[in-house]
């Protein structure tokens, strides 16, 4: 057998460079005849269907994952920041003038100038929602293009997407509390639902993971006391599936830990109801605490209590489904919010971030040069701090990422 010579090996290096640049190539034309046909389509059809909006965004994920990656830190220049939300392993940040969308590489995606007095936005997947509160206009986005525009006859309360790209709005009423309506993914009429005042106005808004059922919390007064009312719904029937009271209390979040338990975090307690029945499963009083901040992934909860005095610890409860402590740990002041991924807790501080494991042991911190906004558990750990967002890590690591 004759020995391959240093040329013959330089070559065939090259050779192999040669044919993978030429299927990158491949691909990224095919990519782009894609692109052509679902662009053509939609303007044909005058609205993206759930097939194309589906097929759009299969490729926006293709063609990002094939840009190569900006890294962190990055400057989002977005100086007053309303809402922070993760998108398809980046972020989307919502300001009071713009809004930025980020891969989770680190690439700029988008940059709109939203022009909303009071801007609100929710998050799918893969997509987005952006309106303004009281006002009349909403848009539907992905991360390379506006989906939909749509104008509706009264004010808009509150908007939700779901998973898929499904839309939950509501808007103002001269009959009822409110009228909700249910879009899918390609914006069609799917289903209405109009609570009447003793109900109340819904304030919350939660979708299953099939994107069918979904939980509408609904705020009224009764006695003089206010009162939360939760409605769980079915896009596949008129009737109203189960009805949840917690008299004197307001729901602050809502989440599916599974099909069959739907969390609720009040301002007074966290409870696990079955959402077929409304029977309450399992609770968790503050017994008098002030809840700071809350957050839940997976199947936990991590509730941030604060002191009663300035100076003194604050209390951090990791919970399980079943609304039993898997941790009970004091952290030191100052804590000034609490975020959840399925390996640890992360306490926002002054000018640094700790995390702490599930069990409440205090595990490392990163210090920062500026207060930090939020942490996002997005393809990789993110902390928005300075205008900023970095990557978060360990000591080993170390920390925030400059």
Request: one cysteine or more.
């Amino acid at each position: 057998m004759s020995k391959q010579t240093h040329g013959e090996g330089a070559n065939l290096t090259r050779i192999t460079e040669l044919r993978r640049r030429r299927r990158a190539r491949k691909l990224r034309s095919a990519l782009l005849l894609a692109a052509a046909v679902l662009a053509v389509a939609a303007y044909f059809t005058g609205v993206y269907s759930e097939a194309l909006a589906a097929a759009g965004e299969a490729f926006d994920s293709v063609r990002i994952a094939l840009a190569p990656a900006a890294g962190w830190p990055v400057k989002t220049g977005v100086p007053e920041v309303v809402q922070l939300e993760g998108l398809a392993g980046g972020f989307v940040e919502l300001g009071k003038q713009d809004l930025v969308v980020y891969s989770g590489g680190g690439n700029r995606l988008r940059s709109i100038q939203h022009g909303y007095a009071r801007p609100a936005l929710s998050a799918g997947n893969s997509r987005f929602c952006i309106y303004s509160r009281a006002g009349y206009e909403l848009r539907v986005e992905s991360r390379s293009r506006t989906l939909s525009t749509q104008t509706f006859d009264r004010p808009i309360l509150l908007a939700e997407m779901s998973p898929n790209g499904s839309l939950a709005v509501v808007t103002d009423s001269s009959r009822y509390m409110a009228e909700l309506t249910i879009y899918d993914p390609a914006f069609r009429f799917r289903y209405a639902w109009n609570p009447t005042e003793k109900e109340g106005l819904p304030s919350r808004i939660a979708f299953a993971a099939d994107n069918k059922r979904f939980a509408v919390a609904c705020l009224t007064a009764e006695n003089g006391s206010l009162t939360s009312n939760i409605f769980l719904l079915d896009t596949r029937s008129d009737q109203v599936t189960a009805r949840i009271t917690a008299s004197g209390g307001q729901v602050l979040q809502m989440h599916w830990l599974t099909a069959d338990k739907l969390l609720v975090i009040y301002d007074h307690m966290a409870a696990v109801y079955d959402p077929a029945t409304g029977e309450q499963k399992a609770v968790f009083s503050y017994g008098g605490e002030q809840l700071v901040s809350a957050s839940v992934c997976g199947q936990n909860a991590a509730l941030l209590f604060g002191p009663e005095l300035a100076d003194s610890p604050a209390r951090l409860a990791v919970l399980d489904p079943q609304m039993q402590l898997l941790a009970d740990a004091r952290v030191p002041a100052p804590a000034r919010g609490v975020v959840c991924t399925r390996t640890a807790a992360y306490i926002l501080r002054e000018s640094s971030v700790a995390a702490y494991t599930l069990a409440g042991e205090a595990d490392w911190e990163a210090a920062l040069d500026a207060p930090p906004l939020a942490v996002l558990d997005a393809k990789q750990l993110l902390v928005f701090a300075g205008g900023e967002a970095r990557a978060l890590t360990g000591p080993e690591t170390g920390g925030a990422q400059e």
